[in-house]
């Protein structure tokens, strides 16, 4: 149960784009298609921002999207917004019902 | 309104046991999956439990054998009993909800229980 890597921060000015990623293993990533990320503001509890690596709940900006290549997830804020800045978790089913988190990126908006 | 709290955390000796709970409204806990995810101070997300509908349950391998979740359905209430606690138990203890929306998604998310074990 190793946590999926994410880069420790990413950055962008308002408007532009910004992509996280979430490595993970044969074991958890690439074979469940149950990726979620959530968005986590500080001292605040954790917000879900994107399920099932594509979909999004009710209420979430259709700015954020999700995607899955192989081992690796993604999630792109597009026309990024002041209040986007905020850490991201990602997080896999990684099989017998247990699942595992990402390190966690701080998104800074400049 | 859809809503977790949690209670029951604190400073506790090395070895000791505390049992958090988090008592939901607007929804009914045994129709849901619900989990207890912690957080370190400063550090990232860890899962450590889930339980099912059925009542089956589920633990991290930091934790298994010394924590044990569990609910009360009379009260509406998920628990986390934990035992022969050590200095990294230290964290936030959130429960959440999972998403009738998806296998494996939370998507309701209390404000958090701190427990700290130091002696």
């Known amino acids: 149960q190793s946590a999926l890597t994410q880069p420790r921060s990413v950055s962008g000015s308002p408007g532009q784009s910004v992509t996280i990623s979430c490595t993970g293993s044969?074991?958890?990533?690439?074979?469940?298609?149950?990726v979620s990320w959530y968005q986590q503001h500080p001292g605040k509890a954790p917000k879900l921002m994107i399920y099932d690596v594509t979909k999004r709940p009710s209420g979430v900006p259709d700015r954020f999207s999700g995607s899955k290549s192989g081992n690796a997830a993604s999630l792109t804020i597009s026309g990024l917004q002041a209040e986007d800045e905020a850490d991201y978790y990602c997080?896999?089913?990684?099989?017998?019902?247990?699942?595992?988190f990402g390190t966690g990126t701080k998104v800074t908006v400049l | 309104e859809v809503q977790l709290v949690e209670s029951g955390g604190g400073l506790i000796q090395p070895g000791g046991s505390l049992r958090l709970s988090c008592s939901a409204s607007?929804?009914?806990?045994?129709?849901?999956?619900m989990s207890w995810v912690r957080q370190a101070p400063g550090k990232g997300l860890e899962w450590v439990s889930v339980i099912y509908p059925a009542g089956d349950t589920y633990y991290a391998d930091a934790v298994k054998g010394r924590f044990t979740i569990s609910r009360d359905d009379s009260v509406n209430t998920l628990y986390l009993q934990m035992n022969t606690l050590r200095a990294e138990d230290t964290a936030l203890y959130y429960c959440?909800?999972?998403?009738?929306?998806?296998?494996?998604?939370?998507?309701?998310w209390g404000q958090g229980t701190m427990v700290t074990v130091s002696s």
């Open positions: 997080c896999s089913y990684a099989g017998s019902y247990t699942r595992v």
């Open positions: 044969s074991s958890d990533v690439s074979y469940y298609n149950h």
């Open positions: 959440a909800k999972g998403c009738t929306c998806a296998f494996d998604a939370f998507d309701i």
């Open positions: 607007g929804f009914t806990v045994s129709s849901n999956y």
